[in-house]
């Protein structure tokens, strides 16, 4: 089977091995990880859930996104294997929702061969005992890869009955809550997410919503810089493409191509500061419509789902508000 996800082989062996149940050579260890946390990845919760909590973050539209991926697989890749070798799945339960639920249990406790050679596939793999350490930015271990075994080594001193901390890589809280189902307090990789739509309506408003160039004008940028969000960093620094964007919607007609050039040449150095002023000023409008959308309230005990998405969203708004006062 050749697909170009490198995650649905092992998703086919878990739909296999976790219909064998205790007949499965897996069985003690896939018994003992959880189809999910106490809160989850976002995912697993309610579309009420989602809608309400996660309104502005960004991290709604990802899940969205992942959604309709993992339908489409399951239609068009996974459910056809399975009606092709029905021996290898007799008596196990297959469906969209135990194939999503599994989806989650890859995302949050799988971990992925980062091969620097580009002509090496990626091989994604659940791996025992490894995946019960927790992330944290001040990690104090980190997974090696090797070709036949993987490394956890210890990269500074762990203070005795301290817990042992991994990291799954630099991510933002955005990442961390769409992929793990939590967030990390004073998390110095945070980032604030800007949705392309939210790009597109302070175009349209700026613009007028009956002017017909303004939608081809957003949709050569689209096709241009292809993004589907962008990222405004802890210190309030917009991404390159973030940047580009705004650039080419604010150029006047004839000299887009140009400008076109310009912010697709690699030497050039896409910053805030490269944004002129009128420029600048969209890029405000943008700024504060975002900040608009991220919620305020506070949140109270058992509510650790909301108390999760504030902290997100609080994290989130520092990263606007340094863009917006820049």
């Not at 399975?82 to 406790?109: K, N, T, W």
Request: charged residues 25%.
């Amino acid at each position: 089977m050749r697909t170009g996800n490198s995650w649905i082989p092992l998703l086919l062996a878990l739909l296999a091995e976790t219909g064998k149940k205790s007949l499965s050579f897996w069985w003690p260890y896939l018994s003992l990880v959880p189809s999910e946390t106490a809160v989850g990845p976002p995912h697993l919760w309610s579309p009420e859930e989602r809608s309400q909590l996660l309104q502005g973050t960004g991290v709604g539209e990802r899940v969205q996104r992942d959604l309709a991926n993992m339908e489409r697989d399951y239609h068009s890749i996974v459910l056809p294997f399975i009606q092709r070798h029905p021996l290898l799945y007799q008596g196990s339960e297959h469906s969209l929702q135990m194939y999503r639920d599994l989806v989650c249990l890859v995302m949050s406790y799988s971990f992925t061969d980062s091969a620097e050679d580009d002509d090496v596939s990626r091989q994604t793999m659940m791996v025992p005992f490894v995946d019960l350490l927790n992330h944290h930015s001040q990690h104090h271990a980190e997974l090696r890869f090797h070709s036949s075994y993987l490394q956890l080594v210890a990269i500074r001193d762990i203070p005795q009955g301290s817990e042992v901390m991994n990291t799954y890589g630099p991510l933002s809280n955005a990442s961390l809550l769409h992929a793990y189902g939590f967030t990390e307090e004073g998390n110095p990789h945070d980032v604030a997410l800007i949705q392309s739509t939210t790009l597109r309506k302070a175009y349209s408003s700026l613009r007028g919503s009956h002017d017909m160039s303004c939608d081809q004008r957003w949709e050569r940028v689209r096709e241009d810089v292809s993004e589907d969000e962008f990222e405004v960093d802890i210190s309030g620094s917009p991404e390159p493409s973030l940047v580009a964007a705004v650039k080419l919607l604010m150029v006047e007609e004839e000299e887009y191509d140009s400008m076109c050039h310009y912010v697709m040449d690699e030497k050039v150095d896409l910053k805030l500061k490269s944004l002129s002023k009128v420029e600048r000023k969209f890029l405000l409008r943008v700024c504060r419509a975002c900040l608009a959308d991220l919620s305020n309230e506070t949140c109270g005990e058992g509510e650790d789902k909301k108390c999760l998405v504030l902290q997100l969203s609080s994290s989130q708004r520092l990263s606007l508000e340094k863009l917006e006062k820049a």
